[in-house]
C-alpha cells in the first residue's frame, strides 16, 4: 500500500535561516508528488508539485523541491524563511495508476520565531 | 472566482443525528474528493467521485455516504453522527482528466467546514 511519511511533526526556525522538510513515500512506481501549505483556518494550496522530468522543482511563494527516486524522498527546502511561512505544510503522492487517488502525509507545523 | 464551496462552516450535532455536508466546484472539474483532517493524523481520504456518475471509497469511508448530483456538486453524508467523527472536513477537486487516466492536475481545496459531534 502507498503511503507517505512526514517524519518532523514540529519545526521551529529563525527568521532568515534555511527551510528542509522532509517527505518519504512507498509506492511501486514513480507517483506524482506535491507539497501543499495550510494556513491557520484555511484550505490547503498547492507550494508545488512533480510529475516528470528535471527533479528539481521550483514552487511559489521561493520554495523548492527535489525528487530523489533511490531515497524515495521529496523534500522541500527554502534558502530563507520569511514569518509569513509559518504555517502547517503536506506532502502528498497520487497514483499514477488509477489517476484519482491522492494520499498526504501527517503534516509538518512550522514555527518561525523573529 | 469562487473554486471550491462547501457549506456549513461550522455545524454542532448530536450523537445520532444526521446530516449532509455540500461542495460544488465552478472549475469544471471531472474528480471530486472528500477528506477529513485530525490533528495528528493529516488528511485522510473519506470517499472520491472521478467523474460524474461514479463513487469510490478511499481510505475511511465507514458512516459515510456521498452522492455525485451532477458534476459541480459532490456531498457527504452523515447518517447517524458518532463523537469519533468530529473532525475538519474538506472537499476538493481536481482536473482536468478522464475517469481512470492518468492524473495531470493538481487538488483545489475548500475552506472545511468544522463538525462536532457531541
Known amino acids: 500500500a502507498q503511503s507517505v511519511t512526514q517524519p518532523d511533526i514540529h519545526i521551529t526556525v529563525s527568521e532568515g535561516a534555511s527551510l528542509e522538510l522532509r517527505c518519504n513515500y512507498s509506492y511501486g512506481a514513480t507517483p506524482y508528488l506535491f507539497w501543499y501549505v495550510q494556513s491557520p483556518g484555511q484550505g490547503l494550496q498547492l507550494l508545488l508539485k512533480?510529475?516528470?522530468?528535471?527533479?528539481l522543482v521550483q514552487g511559489i511563494k521561493g520554495f523548492e523541491a527535489e525528487f530523489k527516486r533511490s531515497q524515495s524522498s521529496f523534500n522541500l527546502r527554502k534558502p530563507s524563511v520569511h514569518w509569513s511561512d509559518a504555517a502547517e505544510y503536506f506532502c502528498?503522492?497520487?497514483?499514477?495508476?488509477?489517476?484519482?487517488?491522492?494520499?498526504f502525509g501527517t503534516g509538518t507545523s512550522l514555527t518561525v520565531i523573529p | 472566482n469562487a473554486g471550491v464551496t462547501q457549506t456549513p462552516k461550522f455545524q454542532v450535532l448530536k450523537t445520532g443525528q444526521s446530516m449532509t455536508l455540500q461542495c460544488a466546484q465552478d472549475m469544471n472539474h471531472n474528480s471530486m474528493y472528500w477528506y477529513r483532517q485530525d490533528p495528528g493524523m493529516g488528511l485522510r481520504l473519506i470517499y472520491y467521485s472521478a467523474s460524474e456518475g461514479t463513487t469510490d471509497k478511499g481510505e475511511v469511508p465507514n458512516g459515510y455516504n456521498v452522492s455525485r448530483l451532477n458534476k459541480r456538486e459532490f456531498s457527504l453524508r452523515l447518517e447517524s453522527a458518532a463523537p469519533s467523527q468530529t473532525s475538519v472536513y474538506f472537499c476538493?477537486?481536481?482536473?482536468?482528466?478522464?475517469?481512470?487516466?492518468?492524473?495531470?492536475?493538481?487538488?483545489?481545496f475548500g475552506e472545511g467546514s468544522r463538525l462536532t459531534v457531541l
Open positions: 502528498a503522492v497520487g497514483k499514477r495508476s488509477t489517476g484519482n487517488q491522492f494520499y
Open positions: 476538493a477537486s481536481s482536473g482536468p482528466g478522464l475517469a481512470g487516466g492518468p492524473y495531470t492536475g493538481e487538488l483545489f
Open positions: 512533480y510529475f516528470s522530468g528535471d527533479t
